[in-house]
Every structure is written in structure tokens, then in C-alpha cells.
């Protein structure tokens, strides 16, 4: 269907970029789960020729996701890591990055690991201080690389404010919207040139998939990454973008209720003797509250808090004896987890690193489900016991 302008997020999030299937009228896109595709002479086909270059299911997918982030161009990759990976290839040996200092571990690694050693350079800031960012700003930098809300501190930064500042240097803004989502927030508007989710985060929403996703407005850029996904191949296949499809339907009602229940297990948080610290920017003194009340819908399912007994010993204590609340990597899904990010999601990160951003060893993040959130109170409460 086409999106008109008047369309809300709700039902773009059903509707958009989305038609019946010509051959059959069928309202969910079939899955193609083919490798090729007849030609009528070489060259001579019907839009699709190799599977790794453009499948149907795929192409449903991508359409879905411009559509939702308010973009014109998506594309799916087989992972949010490989969706990283495609936009990275757009820079060479000897360019600049300014990155969230707070960053999720994957990311931090795959800069630091793989890409530094081919010549690029990263600096991580926190990207709440407009001067520190300014200050690194080189005729080498050709990124600013954003994460709002951060994971796992839960901090936000002004995207606005962000565009701006990219425009004025003629940077690429890349904001990873995982946490945020197209429901909660739409970067692309606020000045962002590229969109980037793990999909296998909340837009798949039932922890069954493993997807990356690009959205971007300007065909010149698109082409290019276009080109970086076909060359590379790190695409995804039709049955996990069917997956995503199917996920994003219900995004909206979902993100609603994780906002919900984050907002209650958060001020339940705060007020256990056991806990030190809770980071949710739903809070009125977290540092960026005012600005998430200004770009998000809601504060988002994402609760980071730690304990006064600040050891990896307490941490695993508490992790290992919830019972509703699952111990496990990823987040986004409809069951709540928990993780433990100095040893799982940001154990590639040195420790002093770790710690200087806030990822102390008693840090523990939790990913709030749909559960009742009494339940998931009552599990917090006999797991802070021990």
C-alpha cells in the first residue's frame, strides 16, 4: 500500500510499505525460500535473479522497515552486527569516528577488533557534552556514532541536537535506534542520515530470529550500502524476515506494555535496601530525562540497576536465583531477562573502560517482558533476598 503522510505510527506499523501478494492475494508475504530465479533470456526477469542480491520476502521486509522509521530505503542484513559491518564499509583507511563512549560491546569490539586495524580511527565521548564531541571533530571524522538510549546505562542523547551539529561538518549521523525503536522515536526526523536496529531485538519481539535492518533517505547513500550488502552477502534469509515482518505488526501494542511494566519494576528498584543505583530515563533526576520526554513516546522496556554489594559475586547471586525472569543474552522479546553486562554483553570491553562509563560488577540489566508485572516484582524480591 502506499504510506500517506497522514498515516499514524500504529497503523504504518501493520500496514506500511505492505500490500496483498499480486499472484494470490495472500495478506502475509509468502516466504521464498529459494536460492534463484527464472529468466526469460539473461538478464530478461522479473526483478529477481539471485537470492543474496534481492528475494521478495526480503524485499518486504525493507520496505516495511523504511516505511515504519519514516525512510525511503531499508535493508535487512543477516544480523544487526552485519548491519554495523555494511556501514562501516563506507569509510577508508584513515577516517574518524566520534562514538558513544557508552556503546553496546558487540559494536565497541567490531570497531576496536577488526576495523582500527584497517586504518580507522574511533573516539568515544559521552555524547551528552556538545563541547567534548566538538572538540574531537577532525577534517579526518566522518561519523558521529550514536546509541539513544544506551545500552546498558540507559543514557540519551539529543538527537536533534546531534544532526545538527553533523550538518554544520558534513558528518554522517548513524544512530542505533534498537533500544529506542521506530515506535518509540524516529531519528531519521530529528536530523539522523542513518537508522540501525538488531532486529533480533524488539522488532522480531519473540526472541525466534537473528536480523540487522539500515533505513535511510538518500539514494546516493542507499546505492552504496546496497552495493556493500550485495558484495558482502551477510543478508537475511526469507524466513527470519518473515519473522521480522510478522514481529512488527505488534511492535506498537508491545512497546506500550514493556514501557509499563519497566516503569514499575523501576520504581520498585529504587526503593529496595539492596539496590545502589537504577538507571531508567523515566526518572525525573536522570540526567537525560528531559530530552527523552521530548524525542520518545515512552521511556522504553530497558531497567540497568546496581547493587550496594557492588561484586560479581552478589550480581550472580541475584541473576541465578530469578525464576520468572529468564538469565540470558539479548533483550526485546516478550519474556523478561536478565544479564549481567561486565561478563556478558560488554565483556569484550577492558574493564577500566567498563567502569568508567558505569558498568560496575554489580551491574545487572534487565529487559521487562509482557509478564504481569506483580509477578515479575515478586521474582525480583525473592532473588534481592539472597
Same mark, same amino acid.
Given at each position: 500500500m502506499a504510506n500517506p503522510k497522514h498515516l499514524k505510527t500504529e497503523t504504518l506499523l501493520i500496514h506500511g510499505g505492505q500490500s496483498p501478494d499480486p499472484s494470490t492475494g495472500a495478506v502475509m508475504p509468502p516466504i521464498y525460500q529459494t536460492s534463484t530465479f527464472a529468466q526469460e533470456a539473461p538478464g530478461a526477469h522479473k526483478g529477481y535473479a539471485y537470492a543474496r542480491a534481492k528475494n521478495p520476502t526480503r524485499t518486504a521486509l525493507e520496505n516495511?522497515?523504511?516505511s515504519i522509521e519514516g525512510g525511503t530505503y531499508g535493508l535487512a542484513f543477516g544480523s544487526g552486527m552485519a548491519a554495523v559491518d555494511a556501514v562501516l564499509k563506507l569509510l577508508h583507511p584513515g577516517d574518524e569516528v566520534i562514538a558513544t563512549n557508552d556503546l553496546y560491546g558487540g559494536t565497541y569490539r567490531l570497531f576496536t577488533k577488526i576495523f582500527a586495524d584497517f586504518g580507522i580511527v574511533f573516539h568515544f565521548v559521552d555524547m551528552q557534552d556538545m563541547a567534548a564531541i566538538s572538540s574531537c571533530i577532525t577534517p579526518k571524522t566522518k561519523m558521529l556514532w550514536v546509541e539513544t538510549p544506551t545500552n546498558p546505562m540507559l543514557n540519551i542523547f539529543d538527537i536533534a541536537a546531534l544532526g545538527k551539529l553533523a550538518k554544520v561538518h558534513q558528518l554522517l549521523l548513524v544512530v542505533d535506534n534498537t533500544f529506542g525503536t521506530p515506535?518509540?522515536?524516529?531519528?531519521? @526526523?530529528?536530523?539522523?542520515?542513518?537508522? %540501525?536496529?538488531?532486529? !533480533?531485538k524488539y522488532l522480531g519481539g519473540h526472541s525466534?530470529?537473528? #536480523?540487522?535492518?539500515?533505513?535511510?533517505?538518500?539514494?546516493?547513500?542507499?546505492?552504496r550500502l546496497y552495493f556493500i550488502q550485495n558484495a558482502s552477502g551477510a543478508i537475511s534469509g526469507p524466513m527470519d524476515s518473515f519473522l521480522a515482518l510478522r514481529g512488527i505488526k505488534t511492535l506498537h501494542v508491545r512497546m506500550d506494555r514493556h514501557g509499563e511494566n519497566a516503569e514499575k519494576i523501576a520504581h520498585f528498584l529504587e526503593k529496595h535496601p539492596s539496590v545502589d543505583r537504577v538507571y531508567w530515563p523515566g526518572f525525573s533526576h536522570h540526567p537525560g530525562h528531559d530530552i527523552?520526554?521530548?524525542?520518545?513516546?515512552?521511556?522504553?522496556?530497558?531497567?540497568?540497576?546496581?547493587?550496594?554489594?557492588?561484586?560479581?559475586?552478589? @550480581?550472580?547471586?541475584?541473576?541465578?536465583? %530469578?525464576?520468572?525472569? !529468564?538469565?540470558?543474552?539479548?533483550?526485546?522479546?516478550?519474556?523478561? #531477562?536478565?544479564?549481567?553486562?561486565?561478563?556478558?554483553t560488554h565483556g569484550s570491553i577492558p574493564e577500566a573502560t567498563r567502569k568508567e562509563v558505569g558498568i560496575v560488577d554489580s551491574l545487572i540489566r534487565l529487559s521487562i517482558g509482557l509478564e504481569n508485572a506483580a509477578d515479575l516484582i515478586d521474582d525480583l524480591e525473592q532473588a534481592l533476598e539472597r
Open positions: 516495511a522497515l523504511a515506535y518509540l522515536q524516529n531519528p531519521l @526526523a530529528l536530523g539522523a542520515h542513518i537508522v %540501525l536496529h538488531s532486529a !533480533t525466534d530470529l537473528v #536480523l540487522g535492518g539500515l533505513v535511510v533517505n538518500d539514494a546516493a547513500l542507499a546505492e527523552a520526554k521530548k524525542q520518545m513516546r515512552n521511556f522504553g522496556g530497558m531497567v540497568s540497576f546496581s547493587l550496594k554489594n557492588d561484586t560479581k559475586a552478589a @550480581a550472580f547471586r541475584v541473576i541465578s536465583h %530469578l525464576k520468572v525472569i !529468564t538469565l540470558a543474552e539479548s533483550l526485546g522479546g516478550v519474556e523478561s #531477562l536478565a544479564g549481567h553486562p561486565a561478563t556478558m
